[in-house]
């Protein structure tokens, strides 16, 4: 998930978030959520976490990503 540009900075990031993981957890049925975003990119881990979404783990790059990440998820 991502916000438009014009979008960031005004709190709508966790209210998507949360949207998101509400219709998947409780409409769709899945167990969990989980996102990832790079170590740098602090709106986005703060937004996530507003939204519930605890820190599971961070990750070197590797073949898909080209600087540190981290792990993310929302349980039901």
Do not use: C, K, Q, Y
């Not at 167990?31 to 975003?37: C, E, G, L, Q």
């Amino acid at each position: 998930m991502f916000l438009v540009p014009g979008a960031r900075g005004r709190g709508l990031g966790p209210d998507a978030a949360l949207a998101m993981s509400r219709h998947l957890l409780e409409e769709r049925g899945w167990a969990r959520v989980t996102v990832d975003s790079h170590v740098g990119n602090e709106g986005a881990i703060r937004a996530w976490a507003r939204a519930g979404f605890v820190e599971r783990s961070r990750h070197a790059p590797d073949d898909e990503r080209t600087a540190e990440w981290v792990l993310m998820e929302l349980v039901r």
